[in-house]
């Protein structure tokens, strides 16, 4: 089995990863787009998904270590909270992700991607509550004992 110590630590370091990715993304975004930053920007949410799924996974493995099965988990109401508030975050990250990948094919044209204010402010306004959230799930972790 893994290492209960390097578990934790990938988890809480995929927490930081994507607080980090996050806010790249919405600095990104609030300078105004061109190429570059478009580019970066894709970059940066390649980074966030991949922090995510790596908190999921993590998660899962650590709840899978400490229950012997799923009822035990549920028993808890901090771990509904958490898985809550994970798929809060996933899911309104689908907005800015799906609209940062539409803007593949116009960077491959060698344009710079138009935005609306509407989809301008929506992301804005999604990365900002979805760094709240996650700084929020990161209170409500419990910190490892080491």
Not at 40 to 53: P, S, W, Y
Not at 96 to 119: E, N, T, V
């Amino acid at each position: 089995m893994l290492n209960h110590t390097l578990l934790t630590m990938a988890h809480y370091g995929s927490i930081a990863v994507l607080i980090l990715a996050l806010c790249v993304e919405y600095l990104i975004f609030r300078r105004g787009l061109n190429m570059v930053r478009v580019r970066r920007l894709l970059l940066a949410d390649g980074v966030a998904a991949l922090a995510l799924f790596s908190i999921f996974a993590t998660g899962c493995l650590l709840a899978h270590e400490h229950a012997s099965s799923v009822a035990q988990i549920f028993v808890h109401p901090v771990h509904g909270l958490k898985m809550g508030l994970f798929l809060l975050i996933v899911c309104s990250l689908d907005y800015p992700s799906r609209l940062f990948y539409r803007w593949r094919r116009a960077l491959r044209l060698g344009k710079a991607p138009m935005i609306s204010i509407q989809q301008h402010f929506r992301v804005v306004w999604i990365l900002r509550g979805n760094l709240v959230l996650v700084a929020l799930l990161a209170v409500l972790t419990k910190p490892p004992l080491l």
